[in-house]
Structure formats: C-alpha cells, structure tokens
C-alpha cells in the first residue's frame, strides 16, 4: 500500500448506513453466513452478522477479525474488514493459517446507531460467567441516577454533573471513569449495562465459534474493532485484563511495543468486567492473543450516551422521531468521524495491523507463543 492508494481505498470501503456496510461486505464475499438477529432495523429491516471463511478446515492456525461489537464502532470495524480482503490477505494463506471475518456482529446496533444490543447491553460487558457471582460496581450504584438522570431539562442537567462532579473531588477521576465504564449489572438501560443473561449477539459469536472449529486451532490471533477512546485517528492495540501480562507478552510478540494493557496502566482504557476477551480466555487459554484496535475519535462527550439511554429508558416509543434520530445521529458522528484525513487513518493503522497479525500467524516462528 502507499500514499496514495491509501487514500482512494478509504473513499471505498467506508459506509454510512448498516445497510450500505452489509452490502459491501456481501458483494466482496457473496459465500458469507447469515446469522439473523431477531430483532429489525428503524424501518423494520432484517439485521444480520455475516461471516466469512477462509482457509482450509482443518488449519490449525486462524486470525478472527470482529467488527461492530459496539454498534456504530461498525463503520470503522466494516471498513477495516473489506481493507483487509481488498488486501487480498486471505488469497495467499498457506494451508496451516486460516481466516475468519465476523461483520457486524452487534447488528442491531450498528443499525440503529447504539451501542448496545437489542436487550440494551454494552456487548464488551455480557461475556461474563452468568453462573458465578456478578461484579460489584458500587460507585455506579451511587451515580445511577446522576449517570443518566430522568430530567434532562437544564436544571436536571445541572443537578446531575454536580452529583458528578462532587464524587469525583472526593474520589478522583479515576473512580468516575471505573464508576462509569468498568460494567454494572443491577441497572438495565444504563450506561454500559452487562446484562443478567448472554445477549443474542453474544451467543451468536459462540455459535460461530463453533461451528467453525475455533477451540481446534492451535494458535488465534483476534482483532476486534473499536472507536472512541484515544487521540483522533490513533488506533490503539489494548489487551483486556483477562489474558492477563502473559497475554500482553504474547500480544508485544506479535503486534510490537505500541501494545497497551488496563494491567499496566498503559492502555486509554481502564478495566472491565466482561469483554470479549473474557470469551477468548474461556475458549483458547493461551492459544490466544486478543486486542482491541481502538481508534480514537473526538474528547470525551458524557451527552452523548446519556441522551441515547435516557431516550431508550423514558421515550422508547420516540426513538425513531425527529429528537430520537437526532440522537442518534449524534452518537454516530462522535464513533465514526466523517473526515477523509480520519478515514485514511484507519485504513492504514488498520492494514499495518492485519499485515503483522497475518505475518505471525504464517511464520515458523509463530510456534513461539
């Protein structure tokens, strides 16, 4: 890839609708798997996560490419994907190395512009074991109301980010951003709600893995696409606490030093309960290295979600009327940046990425891990 081509490929693989994004993926890959959400779009469309194999069966070495666990972060995640098969990675893989492109795996939400799923959970935080005892947030508990209060008038407003900003003077800022962001599970609709029970989507990422061998494989690589956190444009590459620092290591193995970690204090994200890579852990151990490439977006803008759950919470029957698009436009533009020089960012962070995992994955000293 160079400059130039950088460039024209962003103005190509971008989208700016689920639709458009499935479309795209169908067309570069027609052989895909549909797996339908039970749940429809804005005007009653049917959703799907898509799926794409390639490789030989039985290769016991395999890269997982997911995009879309955080609904409009799919934009970005889709438009990596189809970088990658434009790439052509996938037509000279050796028959030890396999791939496996999961699109807009929570669909619901790519389409609707949210976050969460259909059951209105952050997806990042449903990978819990559901039969042991759930995390504990107590700072949410404490914040629940001031996190996303009832009354959104000015005065509400204000009531809520004094409450926010008292806790976070006695606290710190650190324990607003855990408060807020590690996952809660007492609270349904709230902000980054893990839920009480795995979502569809989640179950739909264990029926792909299974029904595609991944517990077979010998060695998985795993990039899951995110926007959000970070400088604009920068595509962070975090591991999640539960592989762990020998997953870190495992992950500086493959990807180099740009690597962060919650463990060490590296990455933009703090810890929490319930990622995805809770998942991984559980299927492969250490036959895995997970990370998150994490684009970064615009400053932190707390509205954004509030709004998005405030509506959902008290004006369902509104989340398709003018205030309801509304908001959810704006939580759009705020994970998925409109600009070329944004754009172009992502296809080449993105490429460099696919590049280093493919690399590991078919190199004799891959065996390393």
């Given at each position: 890839m160079n400059l130039d081509s950088a460039q024209q490929l962003a103005s190509i693989v971008f989208s700016d609708s689920y639709a458009e994004a499935r479309q795209k993926f169908l067309t570069a890959v027609p052989s895909s798997k549909p797996y339908r959400c039970s749940t429809g779009g804005p005007s009653g469309e049917a959703l799907?996560?898509?799926?794409?194999?390639?490789?030989?069966?039985?290769?016991?070495r395999l890269l997982v490419l997911v995009s879309g666990t955080h609904g409009p972060e799919g934009y970005c995640g889709s438009a990596a994907q189809l970088a990658f098969l434009r790439a052509r990675f996938h037509e000279e893989l050796p028959p030890s190395t396999a791939v496996l492109c999961v699109h807009a795996l929570n669909c619901y939400g790519f389409a609707w512009d949210r976050r969460?799923?259909?059951?209105?959970?952050?997806?990042?935080?449903n990978f819990v074991d559901f039969s042991e005892p759930l995390p504990a947030n107590p700072g949410y508990e404490e914040l629940a109301e001031h996190f996303v209060p009832a009354d959104i008038t000015p005065d509400g407003i204000r009531r809520a980010e004094a409450a926010v900003a008292a806790y976070r003077s006695?606290?710190?800022?650190?324990?607003?951003?855990?408060?807020?962001s590690s996952g809660q599970y007492n609270r349904p609709g709230g902000l980054f709600y893990g839920g009480a029970e795995p979502t569809e989507a989640r179950r739909t990422l264990e029926r792909v893995a299974t029904e595609?061998?991944?517990?077979?494989?010998?060695?998985?690589v795993i990039v899951d696409y995110h926007t959000g956190l970070g400088r604009y444009g920068y595509g962070e590459l975090q591991c999640e606490q539960p592989s762990g620092l020998t997953g870190y290591d495992r992950a500086v193995r493959v990807f180099g030093p740009s690597v962060t970690s919650p463990d060490l204090g590296t990455s933009t994200s703090v810890v929490i309960s319930g990622s995805q890579d809770e998942f991984w852990q559980r299927t492969l151990g250490d036959r895995h290295v997970y990370v998150a490439l994490e684009f970064g977006t615009y400053d932190s803008k707390p509205e954004l979600l509030r709004?998005?759950?405030?509506?959902?919470?008290?004006?369902?029957?509104?989340?398709?009327s003018g205030l309801g698009r509304e908001i959810r436009r704006a939580t759009k533009l705020h994970y998925y940046p409109q600009g070329a020089d944004w754009k172009e960012m992502v296809v080449w962070r993105s490429h460099q990425v696919h590049r280093q995992a493919i690399e590991a994955l078919t190199s004799k000293g891959s065996q390393s891990w």
């Open positions: 799907f996560t898509d799926v794409a194999y390639f490789g030989r069966p039985d290769a016991k969460v799923t259909a059951e209105g959970c952050d997806l990042n935080r006695a606290r710190g800022e650190l324990s607003v951003r855990v408060a807020r595609f061998g991944v517990a077979d494989r010998d060695q998985v709004n998005d759950h405030w509506l959902f919470m008290h004006r369902a029957g509104e989340a398709d």
